[in-house]
């Protein structure tokens, strides 16, 4: 009887993000094809001085 909810339910299976090749977190997005984390595939790290950011669980950049 309702057209809202039940229809909009299912939409939210779907995952938008999957793991990033450069810095290894799940934020690179499918649609859009870039990481909402470090940016790529842009050759520039996505960066501010207002954040730190830890690269592949491994090295620290600054």
């Known amino acids: 009887m309702t057209k809202?909810?039940?229809a909009r339910g299912k939409h939210t299976a779907k995952?938008?993000?999957m793991q990033c090749r450069r810095c290894g977190n799940r934020s690179y997005?499918?649609?859009k094809r870039q990481c909402a984390y470090c940016g790529y595939p842009n050759p520039k790290l996505?960066?501010?001085s207002?954040?730190?950011k830890n690269f592949?669980?491994?090295r620290?950049?600054?």
Do not use: P
């Open 60 to 62: 620290r950049i600054d």
């Open 46 to 48: 996505r960066r501010y």
């Open 29 to 31: 997005h499918k649609r």
């Open 4 to 6: 809202g909810t039940a």
């Open 15 to 17: 995952r938008t993000h």
């Open 56 to 58: 592949n669980k491994r």
């Open 50 to 52: 207002w954040v730190r």
